[in-house]
């Protein structure tokens, strides 16, 4: 679709005067079939950062009926052309300056529009038999931009055009000469053509007109070559090569340029080599990197206002991204796997060293390597560069340390063996007539039926539409080491306010980090159980996910704590546990308003009575990425804590069927056949993760039954290709939440919430 923006807004480094022959595109695939669907992304714009990432990935996702996490959006970094940093905009507002090139209008606007086309490409999906692999000699385009002395220091920057012959007489230099090209093919029809070349995209600019550079023409002139495909062209490691050696800066370059890669193009097609591809050869991992910070960016928050609109393009991200690692926020490295084809996107303007080494990492493998996909980290060089010096080194907002951590992430992800899952019926989920999906759009109609059905018996969910969020009354302030526990109450509906705990790590920045609602199991003390404040020592999880850094929510459950003589028979709600779900749902809401808190990243915790209350609020608040259940739940057929409870509470699910949980279930007694099970809740939370522990002498919940629940829906994770988002503990132990085992979940929510502990070390 169309990328370019309108005549009057800005581009990167100057205001748009007009438009150009060629506009800008945004180009890519989605691979649906094996697994969730994955979606790739290539836009003629000069880079996405930070919040602007989030932005994309969740419209994309969205859109293709997947997860952000299974999106990689990239920029060819054409330098006439948009910027987008949602957080670097937000940052140079609260500083009273104008954003300029960061202002985010157009690029909001482009995001929704995006969203329609990924929608609409759902009607015209083709059958992939086979891909092929190609690739070609580049010559006469790319050369080192770095110049080293005689001293091992950079001498010369060998820029886009560089207009000094003497500069441009230099060798070459390390650089990769290669284009390479991934196909995918119906049979002898060609689908789509990526291409990698790295390579600076530029021959001049400051035009103040948006236009693609060389590699979109030569993408031009490929697609009207093969018009039968879709034509894709990303951006390798080309952080330290230009074409400066063979261009001047003389505008009839631009074509030259263009048709001397389109030539390499060419010849790479030529010598594809097709294979055939089957979906379980098709899989995706991730792998998250924590980067050093340079101490220099800090500077840039006092520098702002005093430089200009060019200055601030050039470095304001880099603030931004600091902020967000700082915020607990990692850089993913995304791995797409085809047979024995790899492809690997990564974030930033990386040295060519970096392609260069993956591509010799396995001689067995063919390698393609997309950079600038998240733009925040933006120059990052080798270790050797920035003893160097020169541009790159100086105005990188990372460091040296950065390429050991980058170098092994890419040797992971290419040592990963994917597991080959047979895509049948059989093995898409516990009920493959119920549950047979392969995106997140057809998913959606089945939750649907599991959540009415847990209806029936937990009655409505009320309606959430025009809903404000809710009031809080603040009563009372505990300052402790790490953070601030505040006593509060929130209006969960007119009239009833839920008691409960809140805690705000100390020196946190409003830029928003992940925040937990933990839920407290069966005791009078209600949500004094989460905070340490009974014998019950594993019970503490809100106190110490707070001390790790996270903001915490922890309410009462009425009959419990400050809820203690809550009246049931007029609260208006058909079950204490579909009030207890809408009570946590505003908690929810109380959190997503806090400034603290990143919206996106929400989970939830629980042991015993919360911990199926967990699932239970999980399974209808698709909001909670992460889910941790405690002691929590069997399927119903194994449910039996004993005859003496039995006759107490008139049959086997008798203490469901309590007032303070689900009293129709009185209904089903006789059977004990309820219209819902706990495997069909728990498929109704994938795509998104889930954590459970399961100890092997726990006298509520059979983990023989869990052992079996969770035969029924791992099926599920693994069809969708996302088998790392469930995890399942048996310790050896009773009805508890044992140390280890908190350990795990924590580093569990840690991973799927993208977050950096502040203590890790909580548990004795």
Not at 133 to 160: C, F, Q, W, Y
Not at 246 to 259: T, V
Not at 619 to 627: G, S
Not at 713 to 721: A, I
Request: hydrophobic share 40%; glycine share 8%; net charge negative.
């Amino acid at each position: 679709m169309d990328a370019t923006p309108p005549v009057g807004s800005y581009l990167a480094y100057d205001q748009m005067e007009k438009a150009g022959e060629l506009g800008l595109r945004a180009r890519g695939i989605i691979l649906q079939g094996a697994g969730l669907p994955i979606v790739l992304c290539a836009i003629d714009w000069i880079g996405i950062a930070n919040e602007s990432q989030d932005y994309f990935k969740s419209v994309l996702a969205s859109a293709a009926g997947t997860i952000p996490s299974r999106v990689s959006v990239h920029t060819v970094h054409q330098h006439d052309a948009p910027i987008s940093d949602f957080t670097a905009e937000r940052l140079l507002l609260a500083d009273g300056l104008e954003p300029l090139s960061y202002e985010g209008s157009f690029q909001r606007e482009f995001g929704i529009k995006l969203g329609q086309v990924v929608r609409n490409a759902f009607y015209h999906m083709l059958p992939v038999t086979h891909i092929g692999n190609g690739e070609a000699l580049v010559r006469d385009v790319a050369s080192n931009r770095r110049i080293i002395g005689p001293d091992g220091k950079a001498l010369h920057s060998r820029t886009s055009a560089t207009r000094d012959a003497s500069i441009r007489a230099y060798p070459e230099g390390l650089i990769d000469p290669v284009v390479s090209l991934l196909s995918f093919w119906n049979e002898e029809t060609p689908l789509a053509v990526l291409s990698y070349y790295a390579v600076h995209p530029q021959s001049y600019y400051l035009t103040k007109v948006a236009n693609p550079d060389f590699p979109g023409l030569a993408r031009y002139l490929r697609q009207l070559e093969v018009p039968d495909a879709l034509h894709v062209h990303f951006n390798g490691a080309g952080a330290n090569v230009t074409a400066g050696k063979y261009n001047d800066g003389a505008k009839e370059n631009r074509l030259i340029l263009a048709q001397r890669l389109a030539a390499g193009m060419k010849q790479a097609w030529d010598h594809t080599v097709k294979t055939p591809i089957s979906a379980e050869e098709v899989s995706w991992q991730v792998v998250n990197v924590d980067l050093p910070i340079a101490a220099s960016v800090a500077q840039i928050a006092d520098e702002m206002k005093s430089k200009d609109m060019r200055w601030r393009t050039n470095y304001v991200q880099k603030l931004a991204w600091k902020e967000r690692m700082e915020a607990g926020f990692s850089n993913p490295i995304s791995c797409l796997y085809l047979g024995n084809t790899r492809v690997l996107n990564l974030p930033g303007e990386l040295f060519v060293e970096y392609q260069l080494a993956a591509k010799a990492h396995n001689p067995h493998l063919k390698v393609h390597m997309a950079a600038y996909a998240d733009y925040g980290p933006f120059y990052i060089g080798t270790t050797k560069s920035y003893d160097e010096g020169g541009y790159e080194a100086i105005t990188s907002p990372t460091t040296a340390e950065a390429e050991p951590i980058i170098r092994s992430a890419i040797s992971s992800l290419l040592d990963h063996q994917p597991n080959l899952i047979p895509r049948t019926a059989s093995n898409r989920s516990l009920k493959a007539e119920t549950h047979d999906v392969s995106n997140l759009i057809q998913w959606q109609e089945k939750r649907e039926e599991v959540l009415k059905n847990m209806e029936k018996i937990m009655g409505p969910l009320p309606s959430r539409e025009a809903l404000a969020p809710p009031s809080v009354d603040y009563l009372d302030t505990l300052a402790t080491e790490g953070f601030i526990r505040y006593t509060i109450a929130y209006e969960a509906h007119p009239g009833f306010r839920v008691p409960a705990f809140l805690y705000i790590p100390t020196n946190t920045k409003p830029l928003g980090i992940p925040a937990i609602l933990a839920l407290h199991s069966t005791g009078d003390p209600g949500k004094k159980i989460v905070d340490g404040q009974t014998p019950m020592e594993n019970r503490a999880v809100a106190r110490e996910l707070a001390t790790r850094g996270y903001v915490v929510l922890a309410p009462d459950y009425p009959s419990f704590g400050d809820l203690s003589d809550h009246d049931f028979s007029t609260d208006g709600f058909e079950s204490a546990t579909m009030l207890a779900i809408w009570n946590h749902m505003r908690g929810v809401d109380l959190l997503q308003e806090l400034p603290e808190v990143d919206a996106t990243r929400i989970g939830v915790i629980g042991h015993s009575l919360g911990g199926h209350n967990a699932i239970f609020v999980g399974a209808f608040d698709e909001r909670i990425q992460v889910i941790v259940s405690s002691c929590g739940w069997t399927p119903f057929d194994y449910y039996d804590i004993g005859e003496e409870a039995s006759k107490r509470y008139g049959g086997r699910l008798g203490p469901w069927a309590q007032d303070r949980y689900m009293p129709r279930i009185r209904e089903y007694l006789p059977t004990g056949k309820l219209p819902f099970d706990f495997p069909d809740i728990l498929a109704t939370l994938v795509p998104r993760a889930f954590f459970s522990n399961s100890p092997m002498g726990d006298a509520n919940f059979s983990v023989e039954g869990v052992k079996q629940g969770i035969q029924e829906v791992k099926p599920l994770f693994e069809f969708l290709d996302i088998p790392g988002n469930l995890e399942v503990h048996f310790p050896d132990a009773g009805h508890d939440f044992p140390a280890d085992t908190r350990v795990a979940a924590y580093m569990f929510m840690d991973h799927h919430l993208n977050f950096k502990p502040k203590n890790k070390d909580i548990i004795p």
